[in-house]
């Protein structure tokens, strides 16, 4: 097995293999012992694996350890198995026993080391990509250790590395999301490292364009965007598809030149998703601050798939440019009778509200509403505390709490109540109520003061609310004693 193969194994099993794996089912139910060589057992368990028949893959990899207790890919079946079944610990403690009892092995010392690194179990990966290499060196066992070094920012070294992989398999090129672990816009630790990795890469590999719109990507999260925008238009130079005209099209919004960015979204729109277009297009033609125009792509996305990304946020920007807010509760309503109003929509209609009109009716009920978003009274006016602290609207969620939330039956919400008034208060600038609620709340609960008391600038509460810090700095250890510093 190649760790980094991206291949959609559904396209690799044959009808023969397919029926083989059904075979076994059958015999399994009917009570029938039937005779498989390694290989057939290692379809059998790959194809139950894939379409997810835990107990005759259980039985299918018993039997196989059994019958072949020598072969070590029945053993990396059996740690798969657990990974696959959510017992990482009996993970853990099935590769450590193994490796104390098997014998040595490159294929198992690789393949566990590969485990362990993807789930962060407790074993020594370099030592064991060490020993896979000593006994028979591989693509596999240096792609983990490339991804060592980027841990460790060592790029000269994961580089290095990486092209000894390439040397025993060139497929390694095209599958650079086991290494690049930066995606949809979030960093990872080692994002600074992935970055130079990918320059190095394009220098290496002038002509393979998945590295260039890797290596663009990157540069977008980091906000370099003509960096990025260059990156693409190079990889679509190569050989150009719809994935990079929208790329173009995007960085060409960031940067400004919305003329662009609607050409290359209608060269995008012939061949792929129109939505994606739409929503593109609505958000430049809002720069370009034609308004009507944009409400009508987004309109369109919008329309013809309810759940489409991003359409909801750009019509809520949109509308918002427009002066047309008071619309936005129906759009509202029609996603909740659609069913289909994530906590995230909405919020990003709160953002919007609590920027323009903070104190308007309409922010109000749509707080209110957000209470359909929830299993439980506690669990919506903590979200509801926490949200209105963060967009420094107090005065609505101590609205909401005080009038339908303060005579709740619910002996849960009873206890944390308190709390949450507290902070709001604190965020209102009433120190006054915020101590009466925070001392009523610490005599209601035995074990001091509650986790929910949500976490805020401990040295911004000394210098502003002395009396309130004292009250609550012996409950929590991550509000640190500023008096001693």
Known sequence: MRFYDDVNEEDEF?????????????????????????????????????????????KAIERARKEFPEDPEFVIWQARYYIWNNQIDEAQLFMQKTLRRFP?????????????????????????VSKAISIEPSSNAYFILTNLYLDKNNVPKAFDCFMEAY?????????????????????????????????????????????W?????????????????????????????????????????????YQKTLDYCQLASQISDENTANVLMGRALRKMHRYEDSLLHILKADEKDIDFPFAFSELVETLSAMGRMDEIPDFIDRFYKAENLTLEKLEWVLDCLSLDRPDGIEFQQLCLSAANQFQNDTDYCAWLTEFCYLVHTP????????????????????????????LLHIADND????????????????????????????EKLYEQYPDIYYIVSPYLDRISDVRNN
């Open 104 to 128: 040595p092995s490159a294929v198992l010392y690789e393949e566990l080391a590969f485990i362990a690194y993807t789930f962060r179990l407790n074993l020594n990966v370099r030592e064991l």
């Open 167 to 211: 040397r025993y398999d060139n497929g390694v090129i095209y599958n650079l999301d086991l290494l690049i672990q930066t995606h949809n816009m979030q960093r990872s630790d080692r994002f600074d490292a992935e970055l130079a990795f990918a320059e190095m890469l394009c220098r290496e590999f002038p002509l393979i364009k998945q590295i």
């Open 431 to 458: 120190p006054v109520n915020a101590i009466h609620h925070l001392q009523n709340a610490l005599i209601i609960n035995e074990n001091g003061i509650s986790e929910d008391f949500l976490e805020i600038d401990s």
């Open 395 to 422: 005065k609505t969620a101590l609205h909401i709490l005080e009038t339908h939330y303060t005579d709740s039956p619910d002996s849960e919400l009873y206890l944390h109540l308190g709390y949450f008034l507290a």
């Open 14 to 58: 044959t009808e023969e293999e397919i029926s083989l794996a059904k075979g076994f089912c059958d015999a399994c139910d009917k009570g029938i012992l039937m005779d498989y060589d390694e290989d057939q057992y290692d379809v059998i368990i790959s194809h139950l694996m894939f379409s997810q028949k835990g107990d005759y893959l259980k």
């Open 213 to 257: 719109m890797v290596t663009g990507s990157l540069y977008a999260i980091n906000g370099q965007h003509p960096e990025a925008l260059q990156c693409f238009e190079f990889a679509n130079s190569i050989e150009p598809e719809a994935l990079l005209y929208f790329a173009i099209a995007q960085e060409n919004c960031h940067l400004g030149d």
